[in-house]
């Protein structure tokens, strides 16, 4: 598709259960981006992946949160040991590049995003 | 880093015109975006300021004034299908430029 494509849409697990959720990001952009938005709440910068650099993780909560990024394309948020307050939805956005960098305005293309309950 | 506010809900008539305001506080300005999010559905760009002054898409409009840290956006001939959550979001220079987004504005057009 040409979208940004996230799995699964809907996930109810149990706490202390892992769970990973995947983000395909449209082809060619090279960032990508998971923030999380819990009800009445902003979106919350989670990680980004840039190429082949090193990720910047500075908004991951705990070290349950972890992500990768294989082959500069699909990336994975992975939560180990799920608790009930990391209910919510998990959405992952690309762009072709970064705010203000010269190449135009480096928007946020969102996917649907992965709604997380944990029971 | 960055402390974003907007207010929370708004209402209005369609057919009318309104202005969602944001306000932030930032050390090293990137750049100020807009997105639009319908109830369960994802974020959508609306805009993009960088310089100060205002920015007309059709029906849209958004404005920035860098000095006071201040940012509207004006949807104008508003029509039901405008109420959503209204996002602002900054990007800051210095680290990443990943932008943070404030909580959202609920518009809610009624008839």
């Known amino acids: 598709g040409a979208g940004v494509s996230q799995s699964p849409s809907n996930k109810v697990t149990e706490k202390g259960k892992d769970v990973e959720l995947r983000c395909d990001p449209i082809?060619?952009?090279?960032?990508l981006y998971w923030y999380r938005q819990s009800l009445g709440q902003g979106l919350e910068f989670l990680i980004y992946f840039q190429g082949n650099s090193a990720p910047d993780k500075s908004g991951l909560p705990s070290d349950r949160f972890s992500a990768e990024r294989t082959g500069g394309s699909v990336s994975t948020l992975t939560i180990q040991r799920t608790q009930q307050e990391d209910s919510a939805v998990y959405l992952c956005?690309?762009?072709?590049?970064?705010?203000?960098?010269?190449?135009?305005?480096?928007?946020?293309?969102f996917g649907e995003g992965s709604r997380l309950t944990v029971l | 880093g960055q402390n974003i506010d907007q207010p929370t809900e708004m209402t209005a008539t369609e057919g009318a015109i309104v202005q969602i305001n944001c306000t932030y506080q930032t050390s090293g300005f990137n750049g100020l975006f807009w997105y639009q999010q319908h109830a369960g559905e994802a974020p959508t760009f609306l805009s993009y300021n960088v310089l100060d002054g205002l920015e007309e898409k059709g029906r849209f409009s958004s404005f920035l004034s860098r000095s006071k840290g201040y940012s509207y956006l004006l949807l104008k001939e508003l029509q039901m299908k405008d109420s959503a959550s209204y996002l602002c979001?900054?990007?800051?220079?210095?680290?990443?430029?990943?932008?943070?987004f404030g909580r959202g504005t609920s518009l809610i057009v009624h008839p």
């Open positions: 082809s060619g952009h090279t960032a």
């Open positions: 956005a690309s762009s072709l590049a970064l705010p203000g960098t010269g190449n135009g305005a480096g928007e946020l293309f």
């Open positions: 979001a900054v990007s800051e220079t210095g680290g990443s430029y990943i932008p943070t």
